[in-house]
T-cell receptor, first 114, second 110 residues
Framework: DAGVIQSPRHEVTEMGQEVTLRCKPISGHNSLFWYRQTMMRGLELLIYFNNNVPIDDSGMPEDRFSAKMPNASFSTLKIQPSEPRDSAVYFC????????????FGPGTRLLVL | SQKIEQNSEALNIQEGKTATLTCNYTNYSPAYLQWYRQDPGRGPVFLLLIRENEKEKRKERLKVTFDTTLKQSLFHITASQPADSATYLCALEGDYKLSFGAGTTVTVRA
């Protein structure tokens, strides 16, 4: 299996621009998670989908962030407009069970907002 | 408030020794606890899961204990090797999702 696929791997953008991160989960997994990792705050859960439905978005920092999962094999995380404090590594993870079960992480997208 | 605390300092050990990492938590009642490994520039990789009714779990040179009374998990790497150098994260199940500790960075010297 190819594992969780994320794109792009690196993104550099200017403040105010829209950023879209993409994720393809492992086939057959019914849970999908978006995380953000920084040195200061560690690994934070942003949003959790189960069977393509958002279950918990309490970690989404503000209205500038939105996530969608139109089908079982694709999800996006969008930041509009982006700000320098959004600079971080964003991970997508998927899992075969519920939200507290074992998760399989993608390689991450390193985002730098100038 | 809920809190997960791992060894605050990085851990430097000699090859062949045992590394012991600590994960303490407050205001959680996890049904299980997980440990992940993260290498620089990569996503975390699942290592072990231990349930609340299990005291100890082993996988090759790794051993995890889980004490729900002390609210603590210990993670041991025996006969450590330079290839074990990485950051190790504990993760607790709660409210149907995982919360991760900040991680402990282990460096094994040859």
């Amino acid at each position: 299996d190819a594992g969780v696929i994320q794109s792009p791997r690196h993104e550099v953008t200017e403040m105010g621009q829209e950023v879209t991160l993409r994720c393809k989960p492992i086939s057959g997994h019914n849970s999908l998670f978006w995380y953000r990792q920084t040195m200061m705050r560690g690994l934070e859960l942003l949003i959790y989908f189960n069977n393509n439905v958002p279950i918990d978005d309490s970690g989404m920092p503000e209205d500038r962030f939105s996530a969608k999962m139109p089908n079982a094999s694709f999800s996006t995380l969008k930041i509009q407009p982006s700000e320098p404090r959004d600079s971080a590594v964003y991970f997508c993870a998927s899992g075969p069970g519920g939200g507290g079960e074992t998760q399989y992480f993608g390689p991450g997208t390193r985002l730098l907002v100038l | 408030s809920q809190k997960i605390e791992q060894n605050s300092e990085a851990l430097n050990i000699q090859e062949g020794k045992t590394a012991t990492l600590t994960c303490n938590y407050t205001n959680y009642s996890p049904a299980y606890l997980q440990w992940y490994r993260q290498d620089p520039g990569r996503g975390p990789v699942f290592l072990l899961l231990i349930r609340e009714n299990e005291k100890e779990k082993r996988k090759e040179r790794l051993k995890v204990t889980f004490d729900t009374t002390l609210k603590q998990s210990l993670f041991h790497i025996t006969a450590s090797q330079p290839a074990d150098s990485a950051t190790y994260l504990c993760a607790l199940e709660g409210d149907y999702k995982l919360s991760f500790g900040a991680g402990t960075t282990v460096t094994v010297r040859a």
